[in-house]
C-alpha cells in the first residue's frame, strides 16, 4: 500500500464518517472516541491526581469509621476538595448511622493447662458488645462450619466458639473465596449464642499469613442473646488451632471494651459535572467515604472516593463536557448498614432518571475492565466500548457486576455496574492495619480513574 494510498482512505473515512459520528471527540471510523480516550489516558497517566486525593484524605481524616469524627472529618473533605475543583451543584446529603465505638482493650489469650499465658492478636468485630470488665474466660471449641457446630449439641454450652475455616485458596477469585468464608464473621456471633456458647472468636479473612486481626461487620438477632466478636490474626489462628490438637481442654481469655453509642447525622457527599444536552439523564460513579478503624482504609475504600473525584477532574481538565450528567457520590456507610445507598437511592429527585451506576470498591489495584449488571439485550451496548479501555488492559467488560452502595439503586431498575481490579492482594489488606496508603501505587490508583472516566464518559455520550 502506497502512501497516497493511504492519504487518501485516511480523507474519505475522516469525510464519509463524519457525518455518521457528529460528536466531538467522536472521530469518524469504526472506532470513534478514541483520540478522547487516549487524551484521558495520557493527562491522567502525566499526573498523580488520585493518589494526591488519597494523600488529601488520608491526612485529614486518617480511617473514618462510620458515625466517627473522623468520618465527619471526611464528608468535609470531600466537600471541600470538589467545591475546589469546581464540580457543579457540590452538596451533602443527610443519612442517620450507627456509632459503634472499639474502645481501649482488646485482648486474648490462650491459657494453656499447664498455667502458661500466650496472647495472641485480636480485634473487635464491628458492631459486637463488649465483655464484662474482667473478661472472659472459658474453654474453646473449633468448628469449621455452623453445621458442625450444630453437631457438636451439649459441647458448645458454655464454650468460646472458634470458628476456623479458611477462605478457599483455590479460588482464583479472592473475592469468591471471601465470600465462602465471611459468613463465621457476618453470623459467628448468633450461631455460637443459639448452640450455647458464650463469645464467637472468628479467623480473620485473609489469605495472608500474617499476625494482624481483620475486623468487618457482624449482626445480632433480637431474639437469640447477644455474645461478644472477635477476629483472630490467622497466626494466632493457627497457633490455637495445633495446640487445640494436643489438649482439647484449653482455656481462652478475652476482654474488648467496644460498645454502640447512639446514632448520629452523617451525610453523602454528592458533587457532578451536569450534563449540556441532556441533564436529566444520570450516571452515577460512586466510592463509600466511611472505612474501618483500621490502617488507612486506603484501598478501602479511600481509593474508590478519590478515583470518582479524580475521574471528574480529568474530563474537566480536558474540556470534555458530557451530554448527560456525570455524578460522583461518596456514599456513607457501606460497611455497616449501608445508610447512605439507601438514602441516595430514597431521595426524591424530581425529572431525574438515572441510566446507571458505576461503583468502585474493590481496592486501588490494576483495572481489568467492568462488571456490568445488564441483561443480554442492553449489555453489548456497555461491552462495545471495550477497545477504548485496552489500551490500559482494561477492557475486559462481563457480564454481572454492581457494587453494595448502589444495590439499593439496582432495586429500583437501575443498570449497575462494579470497576473490576486485580484483586490477588486485596484481602492481604482489607479492614485490618494493613491498610494504609504505602500499599497503593499512584499508577495503578490512577489507572483506575481512567477506566471509570473513559467509560462513564462514553456513556453519558451516547446514552443506553
Ligand atoms: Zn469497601
Same mark, same amino acid.
Given at each position: 500500500m502506497n502512501h497516497h494510498f493511504i492519504v487518501l482512505v485516511s480523507l474519505s473515512i475522516f469525510f464519509s464518517s463524519s457525518n455518521l459520528y &457528529? /460528536?466531538?471527540? !467522536?472521530? &469518524? !471510523?469504526?472506532?470513534?472516541y478514541e483520540p478522547t480516550a487516549r487524551q484521558i489516558i495520557t493527562e491522567g497517566l502525566k499526573t498523580t491526581g488520585a493518589y494526591s486525593l488519597l494523600e488529601g484524605l488520608v491526612k485529614k481524616t486518617g480511617p473514618r469509621l462510620v458515625g466517627s469524627p473522623e468520618a465527619a472529618k471526611a464528608v468535609e473533605w470531600g466537600r471541600k476538595t470538589m467545591e475546589d475543583l469546581g464540580f457543579d451543584k457540590v452538596h451533602t446529603e443527610p443519612c442517620k448511622v450507627p456509632h459503634w465505638v472499639r474502645g481501649l482493650v482488646e485482648e486474648a489469650s490462650i491459657i494453656t493447662s499447664d498455667g502458661r499465658n500466650i496472647p495472641i492478636n485480636i480485634c473487635a468485630l464491628g458492631g459486637s458488645i463488649g465483655t464484662a470488665d474482667g473478661g472472659i474466660t472459658a474453654e474453646v471449641v473449633q468448628v469449621k462450619s455452623f453445621d458442625e457446630l450444630k453437631s457438636l449439641g451439649e459441647k458448645a454450652k458454655g464454650k468460646i466458639i472458634f470458628f476456623n475455616r479458611p477462605m478457599d485458596r483455590s479460588k482464583i477469585n479472592p473475592g469468591e473465596a471471601y465470600g465462602g468464608a465471611v459468613n463465621q464473621r457476618g453470623a459467628g456471633a448468633v450461631e455460637a449464642a443459639k448452640a450455647g456458647g458464650i463469645a464467637a472468636l472468628v479467623r480473620s479473612m485473609?489469605? /495472608?499469613? #500474617?499476625d494482624v486481626p481483620h475486623t468487618g461487620s457482624m449482626r445480632y438477632d433480637d431474639t437469640i442473646p447477644k455474645v461478644p466478636a472477635a477476629a483472630v490474626s490467622i497466626i494466632g489462628a493457627n497457633l490455637l488451632d495445633s495446640l487445640l490438637a494436643v489438649n482439647e481442654n484449653l482455656k481462652i481469655k478475652i476482654r474488648l471494651t467496644c460498645q454502640t453509642l447512639p446514632d448520629v447525622e452523617s451525610a453523602n457527599v454528592v458533587g457532578e459535572l451536569t450534563g449540556t444536552e441532556k441533564p436529566e439523564e444520570v450516571i452515577v460513579i460512586g466510592g463509600h467515604l466511611d472505612s474501618w478503624d483500621k490502617g488507612h482504609g486506603a484501598h478501602d475504600d479511600g481509593a474508590g472516593s478519590v478515583h470518582v473525584i479524580e475521574a471528574l477532574r480529568l474530563l474537566k481538565e480536558l474540556g470534555l463536557k458530557p451530554k448527560r450528567t456525570i455524578r460522583a457520590v461518596l456514599f456513607m456507610n457501606e460497611e455497616f448498614g449501608l445508610n447512605g445507598g439507601v438514602a441516595y437511592a430514597k431521595k426524591e429527585r424530581p425529572g431525574e432518571k438515572h441510566i446507571c451506576a458505576i461503583e468502585t470498591d474493590a481496592g486501588g489495584f490494576t483495572p481489568r475492565g467492568f462488571g456490568v449488571g445488564a441483561d443480554s439485550v442492553v449489555f453489548p451496548k456497555f461491552s462495545q466500548w471495550s477497545y477504548l479501555l485496552d489500551p490500559i488492559d482494561a477492557g475486559r467488560i462481563t457480564r454481572g457486576g454492581g457494587g453494595a452502595d448502589i444495590s439499593e439503586l439496582a432495586k429500583l431498575g437501575v443498570i449497575t455496574i462494579g470497576l473490576r481490579v #486485580? !484483586?490477588?492482594?486485596y484481602f492481604d489488606y482489607h479492614h485490618s492495619d494493613n491498610d494504609t496508603i504505602d500499599k497503593v501505587h499512584p499508577r495503578e490508583l490512577e489507572l483506575g480513574a481512567i477506566a471509570i472516566a473513559v467509560f462513564c464518559y462514553v456513556i453519558a455520550q451516547e446514552g443506553i
Open positions: &457528529a /460528536q466531538p471527540g !467522536g472521530i &469518524a !471510523g469504526s472506532r470513534p485473609t489469605m /495472608q499469613l #500474617d #486485580d !484483586g490477588q492482594k
